[in-house]
């Protein structure tokens, strides 16, 4: 199968801080020829960057918690628990964000950074595509509350045991698929890290 696809119509349907965009479009089919016109539309967020901020010599990691407008349909659970993340502006590559949003969304000064890996978060309708990395830290000083005023950033930062960490996931305690990914990861590769950090 030659995997074609045609865009017929594009428009701009909102141009704000993230933009919405509506296309018309037909792709070509597994079972061969082309699919009807389609119509979607597609949330555009540019790359990102999500950065689990691990202390190898504590077993611990950084979590941070802040207000998600994604998560007011449910408002008792509207505080999400995350991991320090942001976008990569014009003219910044993938690192420099990591090392920029780990100081301003938890203080958090990066000794080693290593990419976990990259994905869409959620390709059925937004093109936002992540960097994950793990990044090492010394989170003997770490917590408080962290954040920009002028982005309207609240975001509450502490440390916790990797096994409690873990927990949380088990539990339904942590939401967020970027940081329910990195956990997993860290269970998974935490004794190969440490040989390499330690």
């Known amino acids: 199968m030659t995997k074609k696809f045609e865009i017929i119509e594009k428009q701009i349907v909102y141009p704000g801080f993230f933009r919405m965009e509506k296309y018309r479009l037909k792709h070509t089919l597994f079972a061969g020829g082309w699919s009807e016109e389609i119509s979607r539309e597609l949330f555009v967020r540019g790359s990102c960057v999500a950065v689990l901020l691990y202390d190898p010599h504590t077993d611990k990691v950084v979590l941070i918690e802040q207000f998600r407008a994604g998560a007011i349909i449910r408002p ?60 090492k830290v010394d989170s003997t000083q770490v917590g408080g509350i962290f954040g920009l005023d002028d982005e309207h950033e609240d975001i509450w930062v502490n440390t916790v045991d990797f096994d409690e960490a873990y927990q949380m996931i088990e539990n339904g305690v942590i939401e967020s698929a970027i940081p329910i990914i990195a956990i997993q990861w860290l269970a998974l590769n935490k004794q190969k890290l440490q040989q390499k950090w330690l």
């Open 76 to 135: 008792e659970r509207a505080w999400l628990i995350e991991i320090v993340a942001g976008a990569i502006e014009e003219g910044e590559t993938a690192e420099e964000v990591a090392y920029r949003e780990s100081l301003e969304e938890a203080g958090c000064e990066i000794q080693d950074l290593m990419v976990i890996n990259e994905f869409y978060t959620t390709p059925g309708g937004s093109s936002e595509r992540i960097t994950l990395f793990c990044g």
